[in-house]
């Protein structure tokens, strides 16, 4: 019973539907393996036995062989019929060998002979658990890797896609940079990148300190004063960062990203208008000039009250 430690250990998240028509050896045999496992079903003969097995989700099924109506073996070939991979432990007696051949056939490879034996019972039952939970790890371990490629080709082709952009682009999940592109790394410093890349400064400090916003260009309501302002909604999209190449504006946009994992991912995409707005505050200026040129140059020296006139003519 070297197993038995390990036994209850693997088998205590897994369910068990258990036949046996033997009504004195079903007590006695489930007192045991309920202390084993998470949950145990137990019915008295092959057709409880599938209707079981077809309504329920079991990790192994334990029967015996000789049983009324349907035997252990037919209702194992029937089970196969539809599962593949859940473990099947035929509990034998002596005389039954005539059925081996079956159920080597059907697929069943782990047998406990009668009368039941405890270590026999504990030495069976853990190779089959054993089984069950080494195929979830395998699973499990497939899945992630089959995630894990995924979420390299999903990031692949957004690198691919993003670096043709001239436009900056990031991936920011769970606090931190996942992915950024040539665009956005040329704006800045390397020694500042790397800070952002070892999670050393948070995205929002690292752009806060970089924002730069004076009266020239500053319009109400138009920009980010600061990071907190900007949650993908609202009114304020507008960003002016101090980079490596000078002052640049850009206009943020937020949208969510799945890249088959939990992180909560986002795109932040940065437009450069740094000449839109510069024009835009040239054209103003331009503007205030020649009202105060007008102003200025066609203002009335009459008395007050009197109107204004201007020669359209001499336009």
């Known amino acids: 019973m070297e197993h038995l430690h390990d ?17 004195n050896l079903r007590l006695e045999t489930t007192k045991i393996i309920e202390r084993i496992f998470d949950k145990v079903d137990v019915v008295s003969d092959g057709v409880e036995g599938f209707d079981a097995f077809t309504d329920g989700c079991y990790d192994l099924v334990i029967t015996d062989i000789e049983m009324p109506r349907v035997n252990g073996i037919e209702m194992s070939r029937n089970i196969r019929s539809i599962n593949k ?19 080597i056939t059907i697929g069943i490879d782990y047998y406990i002979l009668k009368p039941i034996k405890m270590p026999s019972l504990i030495d069976t039952l853990f190779a089959a658990v054993k089984r069950v939970t080494d195929k979830r790890i395998a699973d499990a371990y497939r899945q992630k890797e089959i995630k894990k490629r995924v979420q390299q080709a999903s990031q692949n082709m957004l690198a691919e896609i993003t670096n043709i952009s001239p436009n900056p682009t990031i991936v920011y999940a769970n606090g931190s940079i996942t992915f950024m592109n040539r665009a956005f790394i040329e704006l800045f410093e390397e020694e500042d990148l790397k800070k952002l890349v070892a999670n050393e400064q948070h995205l929002w400090n690292f752009l806060n300190e970089k924002i730069s916003i004076d009266s020239v260009i500053y319009t109400e309501n138009d920009f980010i004063e600061q990071l907190d302002d900007f949650k993908g909604h609202g009114n304020k999209h507008k960003i002016s960062l101090r980079t490596k190449k000078g002052r640049k504006i850009f206009f943020v946009f937020r949208n969510p990203l799945s890249l088959e994992d939990s992180q909560l991912n986002a795109v932040y995409t940065f437009n450069d208008i740094t000449v839109l707005e510069y024009q835009k505050v040239q054209i103003n200026q331009y503007n205030e000039y020649m009202n105060e040129l007008m102003y200025t140059k066609y203002k009335s020296t009459e008395k007050v009250g009197q109107a204004d006139i201007i020669d359209k003519v001499k336009f």
């Open 7 to 23: 036994l209850m250990d693997l088998g205590k998240e897994l369910k068990v539907l258990y036949v046996e028509d033997d009504e």
């Open 85 to 103: 991979d859940t473990p099947i432990v035929v509990v034998s007696a002596y005389s039954n060998t005539d059925y081996f051949i079956d159920a």
